[in-house]
């Protein structure tokens, strides 16, 4: 088989490593009971202001229409990240979390099919996507176009956490290890499969399982579809049961809270839906606001939960989004890409709507209703949640590409203006042929962001700390700055042996972005 896998020699003792050596080869030698327990709660397709919380220097239209008290909460109890950033599409920055790679390294550049073998790109006229791996996450490393690295959970569970994995997974389809959130090293799999979203939040449709499509209908769940409980309640529910288990137990847990909200289908939830409607919104964006009460529902349980357990003193809590919020009109309401302002497009593109995210962190230790300005990747959960665990040197077979964000966390006012964010999204994510959608790669260091269009062969660079909106592009005016972020973004898409796309008349691959001459006449 032809395999896609970057940094194989260097990542990787041989390339015939086997799953016993992979599953085995981490032993701890430290005491659970002392541990902290950690979860991570994510939300799919929150934008960034998606809640009554603001994560910039002033509220926003959104923050005043959506209600969520206990993320106000958690906020009040903890830190937020305001320069926080994910993937512009949900299983790369799933892939990010459980691996600490980036995503130029670990290739999982699109969201994953739930057939497998079967990419999710739309066709385009122009280029042909990367080499990607289009298989997700696999246990088994002779799978083609897939991924094969130490999960987190499986790092974690061999230091002695019950591992509980709650809600969508959608790491890779069906027949690949990835789609069984067991074989990542969670004791515990509930409603967890390569769906990427519920065929229903509806327990009258039994969560999809009575629309035929069995690929895409929630299983697992019989209980709470009898009790006509809503998809967030019935999986919020069963992880506090799991909470339950793992105090039983008498180990510390790992929690990966991740709901399907708030993507698609936009269910009515009908305990939330009619405030929206008094308040002027249109039926759509009644429903997803709903979904979004619904959710902010379900963590203040799990908080509440941590108090009647004993446990809020000795648990860290992340919350989190998976990549920017829609903003496709329809499926939502009002103008296109009107719905994340004053940040630029939403989900699926690597201007700032795509990609920047809530991010709240509260826990032993941390301060409480302290803000940090300091920008931050998916990837970095990995090391800074390994950090808190006290585990220090595991035995991995990938090369992490995060950083622990302890640091700032202690001292919010520190700022590390050298660290680079990268992204890479050589895909076509919709058949939408339009400018910041799709087919880019994007750096930040410091204020400094630089995109490379792959369509047009085109850089535009922004001061994202004084222009969030991304609306002047200097690329012209700054051309030394160009060339250094140019520079900076093919060192490392080069250093992580990145796939890029190629030109469908002629299969060559496009320019790096340091050889495109009409901006860098005399580079070779």
Same mark, same amino acid.
């Given at each position: ?175 690949? !290890?990835?789609?069984?959130? @067991?074989?990542?090293? %969670?004791?515990?799999?509930?409603? /967890?499969?390569?769906?990427?979203? #519920?065929? +229903? ?108 357990? !004993?446990?809020?003193?000795? @648990?860290?809590?992340? %919350?989190?989004?998976?990549?920017? /919020?829609?903003?496709?009109?329809? #499926?939502? +309401? ?191």
């Amino acid at each position: 088989h032809t395999r896609y896998w970057r940094d194989w020699s260097s990542d990787v003792c041989s390339s015939d490593l086997s799953l016993a050596f992979l599953f085995t080869a981490m032993g701890y030698a430290l005491s659970s009971q002392t541990k902290p327990n950690i979860i991570l709660f994510l939300v799919d397709d929150m934008g960034w202001q998606d809640c009554s919380v603001p994560f910039w220097d002033r509220p926003t239209k959104n923050n005043t229409i959506y209600e969520t008290p206990h993320l106000e909460t958690l906020a009040a109890n903890g830190i937020k990240f305001t320069n926080a950033y994910a993937h512009p599409v949900c299983t790369p920055t799933r892939i990010s979390i459980m691996t600490g790679m980036n995503v130029a390294r670990h290739g999982v550049t699109n969201w994953t099919n739930v057939h497998k073998d079967t990419p999710t790109d739309h066709p385009d006229e122009l280029l042909s996507p990367a080499k990607w791996n289009y298989n997700g996450w696999s246990n088994d490393p002779t799978i083609p176009y897939s991924i094969t690295a130490t999960p987190l959970p499986l790092v974690l569970k061999n230091a002695g956490y019950y591992t509980i994995h709650c809600g969508k997974a959608h790491f890779a389809p069906y027949g690949v !290890g990835g789609s069984d959130p @067991t074989h990542l090293g %969670f004791d515990v799999n509930i409603a /967890g499969s390569a769906a990427g979203n #519920p065929g +229903s939040f509806l327990a009258e449709d039994a969560y999809g399982g009575l629309k035929g499509d069995t690929l895409w209908a929630i299983k697992g769940l019989t209980e709470h579809i009898n009790k006509r409980e809503f998809l967030t309640d019935a999986l919020t529910a069963e992880a506090i049961h799991s909470m339950d288990v793992a105090k039983e137990k008498g180990k510390p847990f790992f929690l990966y809270m991740a709901h399907y909200a708030v993507h698609l289908p936009f269910s009515k939830d009908t305990r939330f839906y009619q405030k929206y409607i008094d308040k002027g919104l249109t039926e759509t964006e009644a429903k997803y606001a709903a979904l979004i009460e619904g959710m902010d529902k379900s963590l203040g349980e799990l908080l509440d939960h941590l108090k009647k357990i !004993g446990a809020e003193q000795n @648990t860290y809590i992340i %919350f989190m989004s998976d990549n920017g /919020g829609l903003s496709l009109a329809p #499926p939502r +309401s009002g103008g296109m890409h009107t719905q994340n302002l004053p940040l630029k497009k939403g989900k699926g593109s690597l201007y700032e709507g795509g990609i920047r995210i809530p991010f709240i962190l509260a826990g032993p230790g941390i301060n409480k209703g302290d803000v940090s300005q300091q920008y931050i990747i998916a990837e970095d959960l990995f090391p800074t949640v390994l950090g808190w665990a006290g585990i220090k040197h595991p035995k991995l077979i990938q090369k992490v590409d995060g950083k622990n964000i302890s640091a700032f966390v202690q001292n919010p006012k520190k700022i590390d203006q050298k660290k680079i964010l990268l992204w890479h999204y050589p895909n076509n994510w919709t058949n939408i042929n339009e400018h910041g959608i799709s087919w880019s790669s994007a750096i930040r260091q410091g204020k400094w962001k630089m995109i490379y269009f792959h369509k047009d062969q085109k850089l535009e660079l922004y001061n994202i700390t004084d222009d969030i909106q991304e609306e002047k592009d200097l690329s012209e005016q700054e051309p030394q700055q160009l060339k250094k972020m140019a520079s900076f973004m093919t060192k490392e898409l080069k250093k992580k042996n990145t796939q890029l796309p190629s030109y469908k008349n002629n299969s060559l691959p496009i320019a790096w972005p340091n050889e495109l001459k009409k901006y860098f006449k005399n580079n070779q």
